[in-house]
T-cell receptor, first 116, second 114 residues
């Protein structure tokens, strides 16, 4: 069965520190998609990134970077030089590529608090 | 472009009443997902549709919950009768390519059942 584990429930850092959010997934499929979403205190869910299982290249977008390693079934998210505005709950999610698929399985989320 | 639109944003009702939540997809999207978020259970998928057809409703808690897509751009989630344990934030999301692309979420409906 598919499963996403975010072992870190809460992380607190001071502004400008780097922080890595861990995500480990389980799936029997060879084709699947991984996602990260951000949920700020206002409550909406904001899409950050999508990765398919055939693309293990790391990705960098500004202060954000993602490390995808199939060998360890991990898709970790790093924020460099964190800012107070990064404070949010971050969710990792998995979608399997069924013919009629697409449902997201979410991890429990990691609440990041960035203090000034 | 307008994002996913949900209404109402907040709903307070009494136990036993019928509740209807509404969602408008992003134009051109063909997959629609209903999620529920609670502190205890996190984010869980209730049901999803591809091209107006329900694909998987295994997450619907019980028969009190029903969802429809009367057309390609609109969906409703109905709870009847509502119970206090249904209190949660309900999100609607839409996507293209049967969910292989990213899902865009609406702002959510915060439901409180007294």
């Amino acid at each position: 069965a598919q499963k996403v584990t975010q072992a870190q429930t809460e992380i607190s850092v001071v502004e400008k520190e780097d922080v890595t959010l861990d995500c480990v997934y389980e799936t029997r499929d060879t084709t699947y998609y991984l996602f990260w979403y951000k949920q700020p205190p206002s409550g909406e869910l904001v899409f950050l990134i999508r990765r398919n299982s055939f693309d293990e290249q790391n990705e960098i977008s500004g202060r954000y970077s993602w490390n995808f390693q199939k060998s360890t079934s991990s898709f970790n998210f790093t924020i460099t030089a964190s800012q107070v505005v990064d404070s949010a709950v971050y969710f990792c999610a998995l979608s399997e590529a069924y013919e009629q698929g697409g449902k997201l399985i979410f991890g429990q989320g990691t609440e990041l608090s960035v203090k000034p | 472009d307008a994002g996913v639109i949900q209404s109402p944003r907040h709903e307070v009702t009494e136990m036993g009443q019928e509740v209807t939540l509404r969602c408008k997809l992003i134009s051109g999207h063909n997959s629609l997902f209903w999620y529920r978020q609670t502190m205890m259970r996190g984010l869980e998928l209730l049901i999803y549709f591809n091209n107006n057809v329900p694909i998987d409703d295994s997450g619907m808690p019980e028969d009190r919950f029903s969802a429809k897509m009367p057309n390609a751009s609109f969906s409703t989630l109905k709870i009847q009768p509502s119970e206090p344990r249904d209190s949660a934030v309900y999100f609607c999301a839409s996507s293209t390519r049967q969910g292989r692309d990213e899902q865009f979420f609406g702002p959510g409906t915060r439901l409180t059942v007294l």
